[in-house]
Every structure is written in structure tokens, then in C-alpha cells.
Antibody
Framework: QVQLQESGPGLVKPSGTLSLTCAVS?????????WSWVRQPPGKGLEWIGE???????NYNPSLKSRVTIYVDKSNNQFSLKLTSVTAADTAVYYC??????WGQGTLVTASS | DIQMTQSPSTLSASVGDRVTITCRASQSINSWLAWYQQKPGKAPKLLIYKASSLESGVPSRFSGSGSGTEFTLTISSLQPDDFATYYC????????FGQGTKVEIK
């Protein structure tokens, strides 16, 4: 199966935009239908953020929908997450995944000035 | 949206104990349920998929059962490496996770 690796800034200022990328290696991003983002605040449970289809269509968690954009970049074999109007509550480890079998290792993003 | 209710939230057990964790879906998810184990600082590790299929490399002391709205994860004989937090996840309609069950040493 493909390998997934998250990357992006580890620190985001409050009211700013969180931007992360998930690089897909060992296969094509078109080889799987859906690609997801999941997050986990420190000491808390897992929260599904949303998903993007290889065609570009998306589904988002209603609790985050107004602030989230997920898109696929076929030319670079990756998909990305943008979360706007960040607050301290968005501090979390962010994971990318495509199936329950296949997750990235996660990246910590801290929202702080 | 499908809600997942997991119980108990904490479980104290001893090595060798049989442990059962329950997950209930707010509507039928057929068998589209996964169970994960997570240790501090690590990504979740898939144990069970499609409610009862054991992921490759996972010890056979882990088993899953159920369909529709009621699911169970059983550890037949708890081992020292099994003290961790466990999550259920439905993937029938988008993804939703249970709140987690922390398995502690009694």
C-alpha cells in the first residue's frame, strides 16, 4: 500500500490559516477513491475533519465545514488541508489517511502567538 | 451524521484478564467498523476491520464481532503490551470515531 507523510508549519498564529500537505508515495493518488484528514487534540480523541475524492469532490465534518478546504493535487501526487480562523482549540496532531489500513504518522500543529 | 458511543471510557484490568469493549452506532453501519489501538505519541494502529477481520500481523487474542449497530472488541488474555487506548470507527458513511477506552493496569 502507499505511504503517507504529512508536512507543514508546526506553529500557526491565532486567526491565521493552518495549511498541511499529505504526500503520497509508492503509488498514485488516483489509485484510491477517498483521502481523509483526521485530528487529535492533546489528550483527547480522534476527530474526522473531511475527505477529498480523487475527482476533487469533498465531504466535511459539519462542525468544521465553514473553515475547511481539502483538495487534491494530482500533478504532485498529494492532497492538502486548509483550516482558516484558527484558535487554540485547533491545536492537535493532524493525520492523513486513505483507508483504515493506511495512515500517516501525524504532525503536531500548535495554534499560538 | 452517525454517532458512535463507546463504553466503558476507562477499564482497569490485570494481565491474563478477558477484556471486552463495546461500541454502538446511532444507525446501522452494516459491518463497516474498525478498531484501533493507540499508545501515547503514536498514530492509531488498526486491529480489526469490517467488524471482525483481523489486520495482518495483529495477535489472535484480539477479536471483533457485531453488525448493524452493536459491536464488540475482545482481548482474550490481556498482555502487558495491550495497555493502551482503543477506538472504534465507523466508515459506512464518512468517518466517525468513538470516544475511546483507556485500558489501565489494575
Amino acid at each position: 500500500q502507499v505511504q503517507l507523510q504529512e508536512s507543514g508549519p508546526g506553529l500557526v498564529k491565532p486567526s491565521g490559516t493552518l495549511s498541511l500537505t499529505c504526500a503520497v508515495s509508492g503509488g498514485s493518488i488516483t489509485g484510491s477513491d477517498w483521502w481523509s484528514w483526521v485530528r487529535q487534540p492533546p489528550g483527547k480523541g480522534l476527530e474526522w475533519i473531511g475527505e477529498v475524492h480523487r475527482s476533487g469532490s469533498t465531504n466535511y465534518n459539519p462542525s468544521l465545514k465553514s473553515r475547511v478546504t481539502i483538495y487534491v493535487d494530482k500533478s504532485n501526487n498529494q492532497f492538502s488541508l486548509k483550516l482558516t480562523s484558527v484558535t487554540a482549540a485547533d491545536t492537535a496532531v493532524y493525520y492523513c489517511a486513505n483507508t483504515p489500513h493506511n495512515w500517516g504518522q501525524g504532525t503536531l500543529v500548535t495554534a499560538s502567538s | 451524521d452517525i454517532q458512535m458511543t463507546q463504553s466503558p471510557s476507562t477499564l482497569s484490568a490485570s494481565v491474563g484478564d478477558r477484556v471486552t469493549i463495546t461500541c454502538r452506532a446511532s444507525q446501522s453501519i452494516n459491518s463497516w467498523l474498525a478498531w484501533y489501538q493507540q499508545k501515547p505519541g503514536k498514530a492509531p494502529k488498526l486491529l480489526i476491520y469490517k467488524a471482525s477481520s483481523l489486520e495482518s500481523g495483529v495477535p489472535s487474542r484480539f477479536s471483533g464481532s457485531g453488525s448493524g449497530t452493536e459491536f464488540t472488541l475482545t482481548i482474550s488474555s490481556l498482555q502487558p503490551d495491550d495497555f493502551a487506548t482503543y477506538y472504534c470507527q465507523q466508515y459506512n458513511n464518512y468517518w466517525t470515531f468513538g470516544q475511546g477506552t483507556k485500558v489501565e493496569i489494575k
